[in-house]
T-cell receptor
Framework: EAQVTQNPRYLITVTGKKLTVTCSQN?????MSWYRQDPGLGLRQIYY???????DKGDVPEGYKVSRKEKRNFPLILESPSPNQTSLYFC?????????????FGNGTRLTVT | SQQGEEDPQALSIQEGENATMNCSYK?????LQWYRQNSGRGLVHLIL?????REKHSGRLRVTLDTSKKSSSLLITASRAADTASYFC????????????FGTGTQLKVEL
């Protein structure tokens, strides 16, 4: 089944403890992106990647890192999480970017930082 | 920054009625997309409409785009309880990039 898989679904952590949220897609998509969703603010883009080894900042990249060493994987790294990064995170992918095709979303990771 | 703003923020209708949601945006676009989100789940793509298109249909969904007014509408006909969800518009600008910017969404509740 074609899908975007995020892990974990839920994560509770403490301030400053490094964490990684994994994202994998099995559709051979070139484009991958991370969003965070907060009440009243909609979805805001964190980082995106057009292909392997190519990443760019979105609207809210501060406090996050990403890497794209393989086409299928696009992990989101929080080196030193803070409470304001408590949010619902979504990974998404598309075949060639957003100008020609829609995004396929994962089921989300709900992160709580205490 | 938010590009699309949906209106209304919340909408409650009876099953069988039509639901109309509107989206306004600020800058020129390459395309506009509508997504649905069931509570706390991932977004599901509904329709993509390009800037040179005025209307698209998909099943019970009808999307219109008016680039002169920088607005779009999503019409769901003969709504069902299963249509209860949040609906988001998202835009891709004309600047050559691939940034998809979402609005804050409309919460639709369809009651039996």
């Amino acid at each position: 089944e074609a899908q975007v898989t995020q892990n974990p679904r839920y994560l509770i952590t403490v301030t400053g403890k490094k964490l990684t949220v994994t994202c994998s897609q099995n559709m051979n998509h070139e484009y991958m992106s991370w969003y965070r969703q907060d009440p009243g603010l909609g979805l805001r883009q964190i980082y995106y990647s057009m292909n392997v080894e190519v990443t760019d900042k979105g609207d809210v990249p501060e406090g996050y890192k990403v890497s794209r060493k393989e086409k299928r994987n696009f992990p989101l790294i929080l080196e030193s999480p803070s409470p304001n990064q408590t949010s619902l995170y979504f990974c998404a992918s598309s075949p060639r970017g957003t100008r020609d095709s829609p995004l396929h979303f994962g089921n989300g990771t709900r992160l709580t930082v205490t | 920054s938010q590009q699309g703003e949906e209106d209304p923020q919340a909408l409650s209708i009876q099953e069988g009625e039509n639901a109309t949601m509107n989206c306004s945006y600020k800058t020129s676009i390459n395309n506009l997309q509508w997504y649905r989100q069931n509570s706390g789940r991932g977004l599901v793509h509904l329709i993509l409409i390009r800037s040179n298109e005025r209307e698209k249909h998909s099943g019970r969904l009808r999307v219109t785009l008016d680039t002169s007014k920088k607005s779009s509408s999503l019409l769901i006909t003969a709504s069902r309880a299963a249509d209860t969800a949040s609906y988001f518009c998202a835009t891709v600008g004309t600047g050559g990039g691939n940034k998809l910017t979402f609005g804050t969404g409309t919460q639709l509740k369809v009651e039996l």
